[in-house]
């Protein structure tokens, strides 16, 4: 850099000086980027070469759009805790906007628009299905739900990012170059982006979630949280106007069990239930280890990517064995990084032909059975897999085939909110009988 006007070519030869603020612009005309330095005490006798430069791509907007999606996704990984496969793609989601992001705002070569715009549009889609059907495949995320500040902010933020990146590889592809943003531009984008993301990451503590309570005014001092206080809806009624009871508690198997105040819960009833806890909590952590479930006959349906994987042991849904924890006719893993597998609950089957008016009372209202209508499997006659869904009373696609459904429930051997006996969430809720209402379906947690 050569000398500013006006100064000595050398620097005076005792004390310190102070480096000059200065914004010099290179060839707007030829779309170069801009250089910026800094204000800085500089020690005498040191060059201003060694001054610090930054150099802004013409996708910084985009980046800065990119970063701000990528932090409210970020904040959303917590809000999901409890459905490890949707935390999983929030972190996912939130690392790739993130680190594109940080590139966007110094890089804007032809691979960087594409992948910006691939990685946005990808956001973008997602968002726009889990808001209208909900995304299936994805515990947690299979019932749509109302669209929100901080998800409209988030989705906003990545389309805009989007669509920069797509002009910009439009203008390369045409042979014109795009010039990189004005500084004062760029801090009032960046300024209006960290506001946005802000007051997003904050909202989306509150985040309501489909089938939960989404303000202060649907709650009551009785909600259901962790440390065991029960729904002031305990008793929800079915379509035909009879109360059944509903007492979503939290359940920890440390604890001694006691499924206690439940309103028409017989004495007799609330014995079956707490005795099919413990005999389960006492027998099914023989398989602990999946290889150990394999060598006995259980074989995966191929449903880990939900956060949720069932081994099933497809010789002992027709057997003589009914709610027998040892010979449970499915486990449930919960799946984690690494393909790591931890053992949650025993998921207990009938027999194949038989309906959810014909299921045992275990624990009247403390016990909800459900099915499956609307899964599809692949036609193999050793281990059949989940590779697609239909409608509740649908019919699969050849070669794809449906199984008669058939009632099951599950006992869980970790903690759950919900309760012992709760279903999974969403889709893989399955249906329950006609005129009851899924017991504690939050599909994404409250």
């Known amino acids: 850099m050569g000398p500013i006007p006006g100064r000595a070519d050398r620097p005076p030869e005792t004390g310190e000086r102070s480096a000059v603020a200065w914004l010099f612009v290179q060839g707007i005309?030829?779309?170069?980027?801009?250089?910026?330095?800094?204000?800085?005490?500089?020690?005498?006798?040191?060059?201003?070469?060694?001054e610090s430069k930054v150099r802004f791509g013409a996708l910084a907007v985009a980046g800065l759009g990119s970063l701000g999606a990528g932090a409210i996704h970020a904040t959303a990984i917590g809000v999901h805790g409890d459905h490890a496969a949707t935390a999983r793609t929030f972190a996912v989601l939130a690392a790739l906007q993130l680190a594109w992001g940080?590139?966007?705002l110094v890089a804007s070569g032809r691979a960087v628009c594409v992948s910006g715009a691939i990685l946005g549009a990808a956001a973008v889609s997602g968002w726009v299905l889990a808001k209208t059907s909900g995304i299936s495949f994805v515990d947690g995320l299979g019932e749509?739900?109302?669209?929100?500040?901080?998800?409209?902010?988030?989705?906003?933020?990545a389309l805009t990012a989007t669509v920069i990146a797509l002009r910009h590889l439009m203008s390369g592809l045409s042979g014109v170059r795009s010039q990189g943003p004005g500084s004062s531009m760029l801090a009032g984008v960046g300024a209006g982006v960290l506001a946005v993301a802000i007051v997003a990451m904050v909202t989306a503590g509150g985040h309501s979630h489909a089938g939960t309570h989404g303000s202060s005014e649907a709650h009551d001092e009785s909600t259901a949280h962790a440390d065991g206080a029960t729904h002031a809806d305990s008793e929800a009624h079915g379509d035909d106007g009879t109360h059944i009871a509903a007492v979503p508690k939290f359940y920890d198997p440390t604890l001694p069990i006691d499924l206690s105040g439940t309103p028409g819960v017989t004495p007799a009833q609330q014995a079956r239930a707490e005795n099919l806890i413990a005999i389960t909590l006492d027998r099914l952590p023989r398989y602990a280890d999946a290889a150990v479930a394999e060598a006995d006959g259980f074989r995966s349906i191929g449903d880990g990517f939900t956060g949720h994987e069932h081994f099933i042991n497809w010789n002992y849904i027709n057997d003589d064995h009914i709610l027998n924890p040892d010979y449970p006719e499915s486990l449930v893993y919960e799946t984690g990084p690494g393909g790591s597998r931890k053992l949650v609950s025993a998921m207990f089957m009938m027999k194949q032909g038989a309906t959810l008016d014909q299921v045992p009372d275990v624990g009247g209202a403390l016990t909800q059975w459900h099915i499956h209508d609307d899964l599809c499997f692949t036609d193999d006659p050793v281990a059949p897999r989940v590779a697609g869904v239909t409608s509740v009373g649908g019919q699969c696609q050849p070669p794809l085939k449906k199984f008669q459904p058939t009632p099951m429930i599950h006992v869980w051997i970790s903690p759950h909110r919900c309760g012992p006996f709760a279903a999974l969430e969403g889709v893989a809720g399955g249906q329950v009988a006609e005129g009851e209402t899924q017991l504690c379906d939050h599909a994404h947690g409250s």
């Not at 005309?29 to 060694?50: E, L």
């Not at 749509?144 to 933020?157: K, M, P, T, V, W």
């Open 144 to 157: 749509s739900e109302a669209i929100q500040f901080a998800d409209a902010a988030a989705a906003a933020l």
């Open 102 to 104: 940080a590139v966007a």
């Open 29 to 50: 005309s030829r779309g170069q980027n801009m250089v910026a330095t800094t204000d800085m005490p500089i020690a005498a006798g040191v060059s201003t070469s060694s």
